[in-house]
């Protein structure tokens, strides 16, 4: 009855926006601070009439304007994982899913936080959950990606100890090193939190990162990494690039994501600026961007074009054609873009970060040491110049055998998680 009072208590200070403090300013005009963290609103639960294991995927969305690379690799592990789980649902923490999204999941059925169904694959909304609560059963457990929908899960796991007498086992597929999204804040330390090497299981996406943690002292006893490979679609189309090579035209593809401060917008703008007043040649050369832009954008000695989130064949026609891309990344992770950018032949920029140097993956990306906009400029300006004396030919694929050309999938990384005897 006491938890009851308190998530009505707590919905109802939400609602009359008592969760922020009044202040009054200098001019005397009411203003306020928060005084929650948004991303931790609370994820409460009740017993289900479920019996026997399932696996439960929390995401943020699964809508398309949300749906880049680090939520289809969850997905695709949470496919991967659902063969060696009777029932399975996919539990959305931030928006409702759209027509379109319950379309790509078919499979699933859309079932709402209020009922207990005994069906087998499921789709639950559970962003609006003020009041609410989500049936969860003895054998649940929990595989998650952000940092947020660790912070839920743990806390379902919690109470599954309290009203069952043991937590679900809980899987993290780590993609990033989250804390660094933010400055020194509420959100860092949360996001710090929730790496419980002890305790959850760790899905590293690359090496690299795993080893990135395990320098910050984050050891996970329990640790499972998988390598980025190529959308298959991309490596269709590679294949045509291979058979049927041709110049080059003059355009540079940047990845611009604004709304992302770890791909560093602002400057690689301003090296681009630098190159477009320093490097004569630059004039020949067109600048498109890929990834959220969506209004072309002027920055004096030259224009980026707006292309927007590309779907597939746009993407891969967009890589098979041009000379060269910039993609940078203020974190552990290399990210996608760069690596197939490199596949395609493109000479690509990006930067070195901690024990992070993707020239190491293929001698088409040049990393720069020195993350300032002038040595991004130098850098670009280098690879123009090779371009010309190529006469815009390619230098090189990545070689057949390469790992990042290989099927990929999980299902190598769900057999080795399935012969370790762990409870999942």
Not at 60 to 79: C, D, E, K
Not at 179 to 208: C, E, H, K
Not at 257 to 276: D, K, M, Q, V, Y
């Amino acid at each position: 009855m006491r938890e009851v009072v308190r998530i009505a208590a707590y919905r109802l200070a939400k609602w009359l926006g008592l969760t922020s403090g009044a202040l009054v300013n200098v001019n005397g005009m009411p203003t306020s601070i928060a005084t929650t963290v948004a991303e931790t609103n609370p994820s409460n639960a009740r017993p289900s009439d479920w019996r026997g294991r399932r696996l439960n995927l929390l995401l943020p969305s699964i809508n398309a304007q949300h749906y880049f690379g680090g939520i289809h690799t969850a997905v695709q592990l949470y496919r991967a994982l659902a063969e060696h789980f009777p029932a399975t649902r996919i539990i959305l923490m931030d928006s409702a899913p759209d027509d379109a999204a319950l379309q790509r999941f078919s499979d699933h059925i859309k079932v709402c936080c209020e009922s207990d169904s005994d069906a087998t694959r499921q789709i639950v909304s559970f962003n609006d959950r003020y009041g609410r609560t989500i049936p969860v059963g003895a054998d649940d457990c929990w595989l998650t990606t952000a940092w947020w929908t660790t912070y839920s899960a743990q806390r379902l796991a919690a109470w599954q100890q309290q009203q069952f007498g043991a937590a679900g086992q809980l899987i993290n597929l780590i993609q990033d090193f989250e804390p660094g999204f933010y400055p020194w804040s509420s959100q860092s330390a949360l996001a710090l939190g929730t790496y419980r090497p002890d305790q959850d299981i760790a899905v590293f996406n690359t090496r690299l990162l795993a080893d990135y943690f395990a320098l910050q002292g984050l050891i996970y006893q329990h640790r499972f990494v998988f390598e980025p490979t190529l959308n298959d679609e991309l490596r269709h189309a590679l294949e045509q690039v291979r058979a049927q090579p041709q110049p080059r035209q003059r355009r540079m593809v940047v990845y611009a994501r604004p709304s992302t401060p770890r791909n560093a917008f602002e400057l690689l703008c301003e090296a681009l600026r630098i190159w477009g007043w320093s490097d004569p040649t630059s004039a020949r050369w067109e600048v498109v961007a890929a990834g959220e832009l969506t209004t072309d954008l002027d920055l004096g000695p030259l224009k980026i074009r707006a292309l927007g989130k590309l779907d597939l064949p746009a993407y891969a026609q967009l890589l098979a054609t041009s000379a060269i891309g910039v993609s940078l990344m203020v974190s552990p992770h290399p990210s996608y873009p760069p690596l197939e950018m490199a596949a395609f032949g493109m000479g690509v920029i990006t930067n070195q970060f901690a024990n992070k140097d993707l020239g190491k993956f293929s001698p088409n990306i040049r990393s720069v040491e020195q993350f300032t906009p002038e040595a991004i400029a130098a850098a670009i300006t280098h690879e123009a110049g090779r371009w010309e004396k190529r006469e815009m030919l390619f230098d090189s694929l990545l070689d057949m055998d390469h790992p990042f050309l290989g099927e990929g999938g999980f299902g190598e990384i769900v057999r080795k998680m399935a012969m370790s005897n762990l409870k999942w």
